[in-house]
């Protein structure tokens, strides 16, 4: 990180400081100072979103983003703020840019790992996985998806990229029954993990009641993922499914399906609730004026078990191997380049 960056962390290091002193106080300032770091062409549609949100004090957004004070542990909630906002986004933005300029490629917000094993028993090592982070680092991605059949199967080694990459955030998409005590205290020391915990319609499951229950207890930020198709789409189709998880403490949800936009119920309730309710919802793919588009290989892309990634995990092209190629090399290879040069909208299995 050069100079120049170095001093914009600190700047907004000293904001998040004088921030968490008042929140209340000095919310409305938050942008004045992201202004002041950050080129006024750079995450525009975020920063124009977010200065709507703290200037509504009676917001459904502004009782979200207020409850990261009451809910979140305090050192937890400080590296969020640096890792999410300063390096996945502020700075992160203005290195991935000239990555691009100089590359000629999309450099992806986020980059998702399947930390589980293909049919042959296969899978990338500590010393891969960690690898890769530092190249995506290189060019400017400090945001990694957690993903596979169950990435916690592997936990002792998500705790271990997380200590090893404290300046990354991370998010596991798991279904919850590792998370015990000790993972929970592990959580909380290394402070960049956030649980995506996989709920049905049926959010009675008891199954949940312990895991959200600890999250509560230790001050983790945590949320949900949803699948549904035909067959349950109605269960995640009710107000009471999305009051429960905001009472569970849940921050953000997150849904996928296969239903076209027409025939698909939740994703209209899903922006409507998004409009009056303390939560974060997004529907994967369908949600494309906030994502401006199809966010394939431009703000995301996949790493399968087998270590070949490709621009998104619901394409049939066979993706690039990284245990051959350099990451930079994969981002410029043609099932890349598609999506630098013409930039299409999403063409996957939802629309």
């Given at each position: 990180m050069n100079v120049g960056s170095e001093l914009k962390k600190l700047g907004l290091k000293a904001a998040y400081n004088y921030l968490d002193r008042d929140p209340e106080t000095n919310m409305p300032k938050l942008m004045e100072w992201v202004d002041k770091f950050v080129k006024e062409d750079v995450l525009t549609l975020q920063r124009e979103v977010f200065r709507k949100i703290i200037a509504e004090?009676?917001?459904?957004?502004?009782?979200?983003?207020?409850?990261?004070w009451q809910d979140i542990d305090g050192d937890v909630r400080k590296t969020l703020f640096e890792n999410l906002v300063i390096n996945a986004n502020a700075l992160a933005a203005l290195q991935a840019r000239e990555s691009e300029e100089k590359y000629h490629c999309n450099i992806p917000w986020a980059v998702a790992f399947d930390l589980g094993e293909t049919e042959e028993g296969a899978s990338l090592s500590f010393d891969q996985l960690d690898n890769i982070m530092e190249q995506a680092k290189e060019l400017?991605?400090?945001?990694?998806?957690?993903?596979?059949?169950e990435p916690l199967e592997r936990k002792e080694e998500v705790i271990a990229l997380c200590n090893k990459h404290t300046?990354?955030?991370?998010?596991?998409?798991?279904?919850?029954?590792?998370?015990?005590?000790?993972?929970?205290?592990?959580?909380?020391?290394?402070?960049?993990?956030?649980?995506?915990?996989?709920?049905?319609?049926?959010?009675?499951?008891?199954?949940?009641?312990?895991?959200?229950?600890?999250?509560?207890?230790?001050?983790?930020?945590?949320?949900?993922?949803?699948t549904y198709d035909k067959s349950d789409a109605e269960d995640f189709a009710q107000e009471s499914f999305f009051d429960d998880i905001i009472s569970r403490?849940?921050?953000?949800?997150?849904?996928?399906?296969?239903?076209?936009?027409?025939?698909?119920?939740?994703?209209?309730?899903?922006?409507?609730?998004?409009?009056?309710?303390?939560l974060l919802t997004i529907n994967f793919c369908k949600d494309t004026?906030?994502?401006?588009?199809?966010?394939?290989?431009?703000?995301?892309?996949?790493?399968?078990?087998?270590?070949?990634?490709?621009?998104c995990s619901f394409l049939s092209c066979p993706g690039v191997d990284l245990k051959e190629q350099s990451l930079l090399s994969a981002y410029?290879?043609?099932?890349?380049?598609?999506?630098?040069?013409?930039?299409?909208?999403?063409?996957?299995?939802?629309?």
């Open positions: 004090k009676n917001s459904n957004w502004y009782q979200l983003l207020a409850s990261l400017g991605t400090f945001m990694f998806l957690l993903t596979g059949r300046d990354c955030q991370f998010m596991a998409f798991t279904d919850g029954l590792a998370i015990d005590e000790d993972f929970a205290d592990q959580a909380l020391r290394v402070k960049n993990f956030i649980g995506a915990i996989h709920v049905t319609g049926r959010t009675e499951d008891l199954r949940l009641d312990s895991i959200f229950a600890l999250l509560k207890a230790k001050k983790l930020p945590y949320g949900v993922y949803c403490g849940a921050k953000f949800c997150w849904f996928f399906s296969s239903l076209k936009r027409e025939e698909d119920r939740v994703y209209a309730l899903t922006k409507m609730y998004r409009e009056s309710k303390p004026v906030m994502t401006g588009g199809c966010i394939a290989g431009r703000y995301y892309c996949s790493l399968s078990a087998d270590g070949r990634i490709k621009p410029q290879a043609d099932c890349f380049m598609e999506y630098y040069k013409r930039k299409p909208t999403c063409r996957g299995v939802f629309e």
